[in-house]
């Protein structure tokens, strides 16, 4: 489970900006949440916030019941290391490296075993339907098949929590589809996932979704096939 309570952002920059204001929210283990909203609505600052890439001005976090908001850096990223698994609009794989490879890397930084690395870059790989490409490098790859490499690579470590920002914001309809499928897929199995998004069709295959509006998170926002 993971809490944030009365949570804001301010950038002190040549202006100041409140990006988040006063957020509280709960997420369960094995929930899909989806938080919607319009560009510069302070998404990716929440985003980077319950990701640990970033901390709040003011407010808490807890994570399974230890408030972790004034850890030391080195502890926080730790904590992101084992617990977070990051999936972006822009892939962010490294170029000179095999599919495989790349799915494999936050492995090595763990210091898992060459075998086990393997091991399980394959089975997440496989899983994801690009068995046949474990060895094609980023280019070689279609933008959807580039991002189900990112998806494997985000889970291989299996975090706590999946942590998406706009995934498909770079895809074509059907890759869209194929990945939103997935992501239905990975709760079904018990993966806890946060997805940003401002695809509303995407956001429909969540348990819950939530809107941000200025930095402000209001309740449930309505599925686009009831909107009207
Ligand atoms: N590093 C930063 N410094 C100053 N302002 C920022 C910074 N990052 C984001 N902002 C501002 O915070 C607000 C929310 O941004 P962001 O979280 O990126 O929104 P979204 O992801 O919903 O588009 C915007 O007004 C943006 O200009
Ligand atoms: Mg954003």
Known sequence: MLQLNGVSKIYHGRVTTTALSGIDLAVPDGEFLAIVGPSGSGKSTLMNIIG???RPTTGQYWMDGVEVTRWSDAHLAGLRNRSIGFVFQSFNLVP???????VELPLVY?????????RAAESWLK????GHRMDYRPHELSGGQQQRVAVARA??????????????GNLDDASRRDVAKIFEELCGSGQTIVLITHDGQFA??????????????EQEARAASHAN
């Open 52 to 54: 640990l890439l970033d």
């Open 96 to 102: 000179t490296l095999s599919a495989r490879e790349n």
């Open 127 to 130: 899983r994801l339907g690009l």
């Open 110 to 118: 763990r210091s898992v075993a060459p075998r086990e690395r393997r």
């Open 204 to 217: 429909s295959v969540a348990d819950r979704r939530l809107r941000l509006v200025d930095g402000i998170l």
């Open 155 to 168: 889970l291989a470590g299996s975090p706590k929590i999946l942590l998406a920002d706009e995934p498909t």
